[in-house]
C-alpha cells in the first residue's frame, strides 16, 4: 500500500520487500517467505551496481529479525554517505507496515520502528536493541503508542507521560522529528495523533491532532500513513523559507529554525493533511464494509459459513481499505481536524533516569 499511495502522489518508487506474503496478516492466516538479511542487502547492491540509487527519502518499516534492522541501517549509512555534501538531500524515516519493507523516492530517513501493538511484540526480543542503536541516524520516526514505551523506558499512560516519552528520544537520541500514532487512553471517542520537532538543544515543539475514532479495525493504515507523510512532509518542507531564498529542504534533517512554533512546523501541516486523507478513506471504508456484510446473503464478499473463523474471515475482508476506489481523497484533503498546541516547555525532563 505504501508505495501505490507514493507513486499516485507522483512520487519514483523503489519496494524492497522484506516478506512476500500472500495476504496481510490481519486475516491471521498466511503463506509465503521472509527476506534474510543477505537477500536484503543483495537486492540493495544489485541497485548500487547499476547506479539506481539516487534515492532522495528511504521509508523503512517491518524487519524480520534483528541481522534484517541491521541490513536496514547499513543501507539508510551509504545513501546517508553518498549525500554528505549536501545537506537535506538525503532524509530517512521509519513507518509502521507490519508486514513490508519500502526503500522509496527519489532526501532523507523515515525509520518505523515496526515492533508490536497494544502492548505486545510481535518481533522477536533481540530486533529492540538494534532498533534503539539506529534511533540516533534517523531523520523521523513514526512509532505507535507501545512502541514509543519500549524505545523510550517511559510507561506512557497519558498525555504528561507521552510527553516525557518523545521529549526523552528528542534528547537522548536527537530524532529530529516524532510522530506518535494512534494515541488513546480509556474509552475515548476520539484518537490523538502527537507530534513534535525538536529544536537544536533538545526540546520538543509539541503538537496534536484528535480525530474520531472509527469503529472498526483495519489493516494497512501505518502504510497509508507513513506514505502520506513522507510525501505530505516533503511537500511541506520544499515550500518552506528560512531566510531570503534559502529553502529549508536545504538544512539537514529538514529542522526547522528554534523560532518556529509548533503549529507551524511543516510536520504539523503535513500531519493535517495526511488524516484528512486517511479518515475520508476509511469512513468510506467503513460503510462500503458495512454494506458488503450486511448483502453478505447474496454472497457479496464470497465467504460462506456461520463459523467463529468464517465469521472473522468476513469482517476482514470487508474493512480492506478501499484505497484505489478513493484516490482523490489522497491527491486533494480537505483538512477538517487542525493541529493544537499540546505543551509548551519550560524546562527539560530529567532523561538520566
Same mark, same amino acid.
Given at each position: 500500500m505504501a508505495a501505490l499511495v507514493m507513486q499516485v502522489l507522483g512520487c519514483e518508487v523503489a519496494a524492497l520487500n522484506t516478506v512476500q506474503f500472500s495476504n496481510h496478516t490481519g486475516y491471521r492466516q498466511f503463506k509465503g517467505t521472509r527476506a534474510s538479511a543477505d537477500e536484503i542487502r543483495d537486492i540493495y547492491e544489485g541497485l548500487k551496481q547499476s547506479n539506481l540509487t539516487d534515492f532522495d527519502? /528511504?521509508? =523503512?518499516g517491518y524487519a524480520p529479525s534483528a541481522e534484517a534492522v541491521e541490513a536496514i541501517g547499513s543501507i539508510a549509512r551509504d545513501l546517508r554517505f553518498k549525500s554528505s555534501m549536501k545537506p537535506g538531500s538525503f532524509f530517512?524515516?521509519?513507518?509502521?507496515?507490519?508486514y513490508t519493507q519500502q526503500i522509496a523516492i527519489n532526501d532523507g530517513a523515515v525509520l518505523d520502528p515496526v515492533m508490536g501493538d497494544q502492548g505486545k511484540l510481535y518481533v522477536n526480543e533481540n530486533v529492540v536493541p538494534v532498533y534503539k542503536m539506529l534511533l540516533r541516524e534517523a531523520d523521523l520516526i513514526l512509532p505507535n503508542q507501545f512502541e514509543v514505551e519500549v524505545l523510550s523506558g517511559v510507561k506512557v499512560t497519558s498525555l504528561s507521560t507521552l510527553k516525557e516519552a518523545i521529549t526523552k528520544l528528542h534528547q537522548q537520541h536527537r530524532i529530529p522529528h516524532i510522530i506518535v500514532t494512534s494515541v488513546s487512553f480509556d474509552e475515548s471517542k476520539e484518537l490523538c495523533v502527537v507530534g513534535s520537532t525538536r529544536r537544536t538543544d533538545g526540546s520538543p515543539r509539541f503538537f496534536c491532532i484528535n480525530v474520531p475514532?472509527?469503529?472498526?479495525?483495519? =489493516?494497512?493504515?501505518?502504510? /497509508?500513513f507513513a506514505a502520506l507523510t513522507v510525501v505530505r512532509f516533503r511537500e511541506a518542507v520544499s515550500s518552506t523559507k528560512i531566510s531570503g531564498t534559502q529553502e529549508l529542504s536545504s538544512m539537514s534533517s529538514w529542522l526547522s529554525p528554534d523560532d518556529v512554533n509548533a503549529l507551524d512546523l511543516p510536520l504539523a501541516k503535513a500531519a493535517e493533511?495526511?488524516?484528512? =486523507?486517511m479518515h475520508t478513506i476509511l469512513e468510506k471504508t467503513k460503510k462500503a464494509g458495512d454494506e458488503a456484510l450486511a448483502s453478505q446473503e447474496g454472497g457479496a464478499l464470497g465467504i460462506e459459513g456461520s463459523s467463529e473463523q468464517s465469521v472473522y474471515l468476513r469482517q476482514t475482508k470487508a474493512a480492506e481499505v478501499r484505497l484505489v476506489r478513493n484516490l482523490d481523497?489522497?491527491?486533494h484533503p480537505v483538512v477538517q481536524y487542525e493541529a493544537e498546541v499540546l505543551w509548551i516547555p519550560t524546562e527539560p525532563f530529567n532523561t538520566d533516569s
Open positions: 527519502v /528511504m521509508l =523503512s530517512w524515516g521509519a513507518f509502521r507496515p507490519k475514532r472509527i469503529d472498526c479495525f483495519f =489493516s494497512g493504515t501505518g502504510d /497509508m493533511k495526511v488524516l484528512a =486523507s481523497d489522497l491527491r
